[in-house]
């Protein structure tokens, strides 16, 4: 450093010093992190299936580019790979969060990560802490994915299908509702507006000729279908499981009417109804490939363990309060847990994607993903 008490006696030499000072400067101010910036979900909102106009596209991507500029703090393993200290992860209550109980309950890991899993009970609390980058792996309703992935300008990837058709109409008294064209007239307690179960139940509807007449009214959570449709005798709710199974247990006249998954099936499309993916953060995918392969291996042995082992998996959905352990031991076999990646993934869930685009645009954010979205691995 300079020692401002000497007496500079050559005009070369002082000018070397300035210089060099200038340059370690500039290097210290291109090193220092942005200020991490608070956000909460009262104070965010991002519908699931709106399609920004290019002012909200560029406030995003800005806050995207904020978030993620901020330096992650990395260790180094003995065979000089990278890795994060936290892999922030995050699921909805119900079966997108069910085939990940193992892992949570192991936090296991070969690079020593350290997971920090968080549930919410509504993609509308989630999605706006993806599109910040707060999140480096979420399970989300499938259309969601491709809704981000246009919201992000492509800054997240699909990893994998985590749950098949677990949608359902419901009803409480009587036998009504046998088919879809049975719906007509009625009025419908439905959540995850904006989301699959919105889409889901209006494609089938408009194929079979009678969206215009029948009345769905919107609940927050699937906790509020379930205590809508058990205190109204006569009423009909479309609820995926395990809040099929909640219902039943909470009113003994209520009984599973339709799957959307066989109607879904009726209409002949090349295409299979999905609930659930995984998505990943692509700047957290790049820079952590191995660690992303080792977490996907977990994800995949604990799916199998849901499926294998129903009452200790039982047992786990309950201690993470997701949902009762009662439940989840009735529900669990029919909530299709799955973990599907690479190209079988990409195929399923681009023909599901595709057939909500054609019936509803924005449904799917406005465009189709390209291939981009799909991390093949």
Known sequence: MRNETKQITSAITAALLLFCAGCSNGDSAQTTAAPAQTTTTEDTEAPAAETPDATDAETEKAAVDADTSETVEETVVDDDTAIPETMRIAALKGPT?????????????????????????????????????????ACIPANLASVLYNKTEGAVEALAVNTLGVLYIVENGGETVNSVDDLKGKTIYASGQGSTPEYALNYILTQSGIADDVNIEWKTEHAECVTALTENAGSVAL????????????????????????????????????????????????????VLADFMDNYAASVEYVNSDVDGA?????????????????????CNIVFISGEEMKSKLSGYLKVLFDSAPQSVGGNLPADDFYYIG
């Not at 002949?268 to 191995?290: M, N």
């Not at 309950?318 to 076999?333: Q, R, T, Y």
């Open 97 to 137: 969060a069910m085939g990940l109980v193992k892992l949570m309950d192991d936090s296991t890991n070969t690079y020593g990560v350290n997971y920090d899993f968080e549930i919410f009970a509504a993609p509308d609390e989630l999605t706006p802490l993806i599109i910040k980058g707060d999140v480096d792996v």
């Open 239 to 290: 609820l995926p499981q395990p809040f099929v199974t909640t219902a039943m247990t909470k009113n003994e006249g209520i009984r599973v009417a339709l799957d959307l998954t066989e109607e879904w099936d009726k209409l002949g499309t090349d295409s299979s109804l999905l609930t659930g993916v995984v998505i990943g953060r692509k700047e957290f995918i790049e820079a952590y490939p191995e």
């Open 314 to 334: 039982a047992a786990l959905v309950g201690s993470f309060d997701i949902v009762p352990e009662a439940v989840a031991k009735k529900a669990l076999p029919a």
